[in-house]
């Protein structure tokens, strides 16, 4: 599948970027990137790996506020000041019934889950969202939308109310109602396809999509680089988590949803490999336990995109890899024909095993002690 794809690879608008780790003296480490097709203004729609930088952002915000009882375990109550707006009082999944910034981050890691994103955007809102993505220099990155809600842009820049409250259902803290005057458009030019389907008729023109996400293979790159390596980055450059929410970040990225008890999730719905494309992506398996996959994948509009920091405990591997593919034979959005299982799983799958591969022969002048993670992701 690697060979089809990249021999046609305007077809189905492959980039990826792999990097290579090398550990150097003084605890310091290396990078050395590789990268095909890279094209950092080609606009792909990043799907659901827009979670990912939210749910460090939301931990972010959290420590940020130095309020004395909330912690991402706090109960987190959302309310509704716009009739397009949706409240979230409870949340069968979780242990106490109720939802929480901890838990929401679990649903998004684990399965990927909408609603647990669309309740951390409107926490955050769009200006905390970008601004502080871009003071952390990761500048081709535009987040200006809730998933799967098809709602008018000025919609998207309404946020929720929010309350947090105790066991005890005592207020610990209270955000009212906010709005983002600035529109966050997705520049430059978003047009995809060869037509589209609107209003359920098809319109024979590509699909507008400047007032969505937008997430670069070098930003998402970025972001697992200052999940796994924060010490290769300035402190205003990181994510500026606690160590012990570092590691919650890794430890849901890399387990396997059968694995979680709240929340719980049917093994034959979730196999290990449901949200895992590159390496281990297609039927439902059992991924090795030598392998550590801390990934977080995307999948709508024919893309389907993958990030993964992947480790091989047992021979000491070690890389970075993210990839994107455009598997829509027939270039017509919003119709739901698309090819993950034929084409796009496949090749994430293959490609995946190429690199790791190379990774299994490849001379390291230090070997990395990866102790650290070796528990994370069980």
Not at 121 to 137: A, F, R, T, V
Not at 176 to 188: D, G, I, L, T
Not at 207 to 232: C, H, Q, T, Y
């Amino acid at each position: 599948m690697v060979v089809k794809v990249l021999t046609d690879p305007e077809r189905f608008k492959v980039q990826f970027l792999y990097t290579q780790i090398d550990r150097q003296p003084n605890s310091k480490v290396g990078f050395t990137h590789y990268q095909y097709a890279l094209k950092e203004q080609r606009y792909f729609y990043p799907a659901s790996t827009v979670k990912l930088p939210i749910a460090l952002l939301a931990l972010q915000w959290l420590e940020q506020q130095k309020q004395p009882g909330l912690t991402k375990d706090t109960v987190m109550l959302s309310g509704s000041s716009r009739q397009a707006q949706t409240t979230a009082q409870a949340d069968d999944s979780a242990e106490n019934k109720l939802p929480s910034i901890g838990h929401y981050i679990k649903k998004i890691l684990l399965v990927s889950d909408n609603d647990a994103y669309n309740r951390l955007y409107e926490l955050l809102g769009q200006d905390y969202i970008n601004e502080q993505l871009e003071h952390k220099d990761l500048t081709n990155t535009v987040i200006n939308h809730r998933l799967s809600m098809p709602l008018a842009e000025v919609e998207q820049r309404h946020y929720n109310p929010v309350r947090f409250v105790d066991a005890d259902n005592r207020l610990v803290l209270s955000l009212p109602a906010r709005s983002s005057e600035k529109r966050y458009a997705n520049q430059p030019s978003a047009l995809l396809g060869k037509a589209h389907i609107a209003n359920g008729k098809l319109v024979p023109e590509p699909m507008d999509f400047s007032e969505k996400n937008r997430f670069s293979l070098v930003d998402f790159n970025g972001v697992l680089k200052r999940i796994f390596f924060p010490e290769a980055f300035s402190a205003e450059q990181q994510f500026n988590i606690s160590e012990q929410n570092r590691e919650f970040i890794m430890r849901y990225m890399g387990q396997a949803p059968s694995i979680s008890r709240f929340p719980s999730y049917d093994a034959n719905e979730y196999p290990d490999n449901y949200a895992k494309f590159l390496l281990v992506g297609g039927d439902a398996e059992t991924i090795p336990g030598n392998l550590k996959i801390f990934n977080k994948t995307g999948w709508a509009y024919g893309h389907a995109i993958d990030g993964a920091y992947i480790v091989d405990i047992e021979r000491n591997v070690e890389f970075l890899l993210v990839a994107v593919i455009y598997a829509n034979e027939n270039d017509t959005l919003n119709d739901d024909n698309y090819q993950l299982n034929e084409v796009a799983k496949p090749f994430m799958r293959q490609l995946g095993q190429l690199i790791y591969q190379h990774e299994l022969q490849r001379q390291r002048s230090i070997e990395p002690d990866l102790s650290y993670i070796k528990n994370n992701g069980d």
